[in-house]
C-alpha cells in the first residue's frame, strides 16, 4: 500500500513539474511575441515615414515657398497643419497625418501588451510553488518595456 501512495506523490509532482515547466515556455513565448510585435511597428514606423514624406513632398513640389516655411516653423506635424490651413485640404497631408497618429497608437498598443505579457509572465515566475520549478530551469524575470529617454517622441518629419 505505502508503495502505491509513493508512486502516486511521485506522478503528481512529476505532473506538477511537467505542467509548470511548460507553462513558463508558453509564456516566455509569448513574451518574446509581444516583444516582436513591439520591432514590427518601430519597424513599421521607420519604414513609413520616410515614404509618406515623400509622397507629400512630391505632390508639394510647386508648393516650395509654403514647403520652405514650414521647414522653418514648428517640427511636430499636428502644429505644422494648424499652421497652415491650406496644407489640411491637401488629401496626401491628411494621410500622411492619419498613417503617423495610426503608427504611434499601434507602437502603443504593442509596448502595452509586452507589458501585460511581461507580468503575467513575472508574476508567474514568482508564484510559489512554481517558483522552485522556475529556478531549478532558470526561468528568471523579464523587465518590462521602458521608453529610452526621448524615445517617447516621435521622430519629426522634416519636409
Do not use: C
Not at 50 to 69: C, D, S
Not at 72 to 100: C, M, T
Not at 118 to 135: G, H, I, K, M, W
Amino acid at each position: 500500500m505505502k508503495k502505491w501512495i509513493w508512486i502516486g506523490v511521485v506522478a503528481v509532482v512529476a505532473i506538477f513539474f511537467y505542467a509548470t515547466y511548460n507553462g513558463f515556455v508558453n509564456r516566455e513565448e509569448g513574451l518574446k511575441s509581444a516583444w516582436s510585435n513591439v520591432e514590427t511597428q518601430y519597424q513599421r514606423r521607420a519604414d513609413l515615414i520616410p515614404n509618406l514624406v515623400n509622397t507629400v513632398k512630391g505632390y508639394a513640389a510647386h508648393e516650395t515657398q509654403t514647403l520652405n516655411e514650414v521647414r522653418s516653423a514648428l517640427g511636430r506635424l499636428i502644429a505644422v497643419s494648424e499652421s497652415y490651413p491650406d496644407l489640411k485640404a491637401n488629401q496626401n497631408f491628411l494621410e500622411l497625418q492619419a498613417q503617423l497618429e495610426g503608427t504611434e497608437n499601434r507602437i502603443a498598443v504593442a509596448r502595452k501588451d509586452f507589458n501585460a505579457a511581461a507580468q503575467q509572465y513575472n508574476v508567474s515566475v514568482r508564484r510559489f510553488p512554481a517558483n522552485l520549478v522556475a529556478r531549478m530551469f532558470g526561468f528568471g524575470q523579464k523587465p518590462y518595456f521602458e521608453s529610452a529617454e526621448g524615445a517617447a517622441a516621435a521622430p519629426q518629419v522634416t519636409f
